[in-house]
């Protein structure tokens, strides 16, 4: 099955770098440049029989800001497993609290980000939505967040 993460920013350089920053995963990137955009390509690759491990989702866009964008995800039951992270240089201290409360993000993180450390968030929240998920992953192991599967096999004994 193929493992997808979604980036959507209204800027084309923001899509850019992250391209450019994630290119080194196994997993399948789409760049959507709205949440509408996005969401169309969710439907696609839902009725695809494909997975949407990870939206990286900006705050600040047009038309739909990340938080809504984001919570509509989570009310959606196909995309129980999706992972989402908020990534913003502009949000304010309120949106980062609806960020929170209304879309349940799993991780906020600041615009400019350290690489490393957009990485390693990236790598547990796959780990995480591929393991709730039930799907094999015995051939992404060296790309996956050892700690978590860890805890997972833990858990199953």
Not at 24 to 43: H, N, T
Request: glycine residues 4%; proline residues 2%; charged residues 30%.
């Amino acid at each position: 099955m193929d493992i997808h993460i979604i980036c959507v920013d209204d800027q084309r350089e923001v899509l850019a770098v992250l391209q450019n920053d994630l290119s080194g995963l196994p997993f399948e990137l789409e760049v959507c440049e709205s949440a509408d955009e996005a969401l169309e390509v969710m439907d696609d690759l839902d009725g695809a029989g494909a997975h949407v491990a990870l939206i990286i989702s900006d705050q600040v866009m047009p038309e739909r800001n990340g938080v809504n964008f984001l919570a509509e995800v989570r009310a959606d039951d196909r995309f129980t497993h999706t992972k989402k992270l908020l990534l913003t240089g502009l949000a304010t201290h309120d949106d980062a609290i609806r960020a929170i409360n209304e879309s349940n993000i799993d991780v906020y993180v600041e615009k400019p980000w350290n690489v490393d450390i957009l990485l390693a968030y990236i790598r547990r929240l796959v780990t995480e939505s591929v393991v709730a998920a039930g799907l094999d992953y015995s051939s992404m192991m060296d790309h996956l967040d050892t700690e978590v599967l860890y805890k997972t096999l833990r858990k199953k004994t």
